[in-house]
């Protein structure tokens, strides 16, 4: 295979608040090197994208020393919380602008889709703007002509095709926007984001024919995600990006561990415990602590997921019962439960305070993210009759990884997700 992307001590610098320097000194300074073919004079000066913290320097490092080659045909995942730099990245592939110092080398046409509308023009018509996008993408009127109706097809918007584009939703957006970047012939596609906004069965649909172009037809992708799910499934390598650095290059699988123990969200919802404004409830008991699987976010499949939370009674109860809800990757559909689970049947007394520990088999689940829902409360006559005394919202997620496909790892497929499979034990 043959390299389609050399990067070579790349690095971006913005200065905060101010366009230019802030002062004509400086920007005179900035322009006289640059006429005599000399380095930025500032372009030393700065600090590392830190932000969570306010910093010394006006100047920051987006992006700082960054090397790497892409193969073709490879698709590269690449990671890393917000503010990494993984956008600014993808920019200066795409030549949205242009690194500070370094360099970038690029064999053949690149297409991307970085930001929802991006190239669209919202008075012309979906057909027009294919059109549009694919003359920015740089593709001739005949190539265009020959996919159009496979590109409108994918998209899925054909009802709407001759409607100008400012009356689509974010979604239709992204739909057509991607179709024009997929199905044209350029040898480099760039997908940042951009395609949480679509729904799930277009998502499905995206990642498939990302696979089809870098298997079948040999081109190479670059593809930005928060779901590790997705990048462990579609891509063959990755990079670690944090505080604009280049932490780790290599397979995906090592990456995604790398990170989830480095950015491990396990535990965010411990800073949001008592906020009651994102609780509900009654509030005679609530959750005070929550850790799940150790704090760490990985979780291999062939080990149990434990539960650990502490309980406070803040008002006489007869009875504690214990349920928890798994989401699928987008947060918006339950796919599986555990029931109501008793803890406690004696009645507990206001002031008290209680630790409960259960564990679950992960090889029930697929290798995917899952948004937790977890839910404290009593009995009633019907299952829709429960009283919650607290609930917490998704504010946890699991992140099932594994390198083994589904039934290598033990999953039962006649035994689907769905509710009052999660098999609590208490400890």
């Known amino acids: 295979m043959s390299t389609v992307i ?153 009802r709407y095709i001759d409607t100008p584009v400012k009356r689509y939703s974010s979604g239709m957006y992204v739909r057509l926007a991607f179709a024009v970047a997929a199905h044209l012939e350029n040898e480099i596609l760039i997908i940042d984001e951009v395609l949480a906004v679509g729904d799930s069965e277009f998502q499905k649909k995206c990642l498939g024919k990302m696979s089809d172009v870098s298997k079948g037809e040999g081109r190479t992708v670059l593809f930005v995600s928060h779901n590790m799910s997705a990048i462990n499934k579609l891509c063959n390598k990755s990079m670690f990006l944090e505080n604009g650095k280049l932490r780790n290059f290599g397979n995906t699988f090592d990456i995604i561990k790398e990170y989830n123990s480095k950015n491990s969200i396990a535990n965010l919802g411990l800073d949001l415990i008592n906020d009651k404004t994102i609780r509900r409830g009654g509030g005679e008991v609530r959750f005070i602590k929550v850790e799940i699987n150790n704090g760490n976010e990985f979780i291999d499949p062939n080990e149990d997921i434990l539960f650990k939370f502490s309980v406070e009674v803040f008002k006489n109860v007869e009875e504690l019962c214990f349920g928890c809800l798994l989401f699928n990757s987008e947060g918006n559909e339950p796919i599986t439960g555990s029931g109501l689970i008793e803890l406690e049947s004696n009645i507990l007394s206001q002031g008290e305070i209680k630790e409960y520990s259960l564990k679950v088999k992960a090889k029930i689940l697929r290798t995917g993210y899952f948004p937790v829902y977890l839910w404290l409360g009593r009995k009633g006559d019907k299952f829709d009759d429960a009283y919650a005394f607290d609930v917490l919202d998704k504010l946890y997620f699991l992140n099932i990884i594994s390198n083994l496909p589904a039934i290598e790892l033990g999953y039962d497929f006649s035994n689907p997700l769905g509710f009052f499979n999660l098999n609590f034990e208490l400890l």
């Open 6 to 158: 050399k990067v070579e001590n790349l690095s971006k610098q913005y200065r905060l608040g101010l366009v230019g320097s802030g002062t004509f000194k400086e920007d005179t300074k900035k322009w006289w090197a640059k006429i005599r073919g000399k380095e930025n004079p500032y372009a030393f000066e700065g600090e590392e994208n830190n932000r969570s913290v306010k910093g010394g320097s006006d100047y920051v490092w987006s992006l700082k020393d960054i090397n790497f080659e892409v193969q073709q045909g490879d698709v590269l995942g690449i990671v890393g919380r917000n503010g990494a730099g993984k956008s600014t990245l993808l920019k200066i592939l795409s030549k949205v602008t242009a690194p500070t110092t370094g360099s970038i080398k690029a064999k053949g046409r690149i297409a991307s889709l970085l930001e929802v509308g991006t190239g669209f023009h919202p008075e012309l018509t979906g057909r027009e703007n294919i059109f549009l996008n694919g003359a920015i993408l740089g593709m001739r009127s005949h190539e265009i002509k020959f996919k159009l109706d496979e590109i409108i097809a994918f998209a899925g918007v054909e």
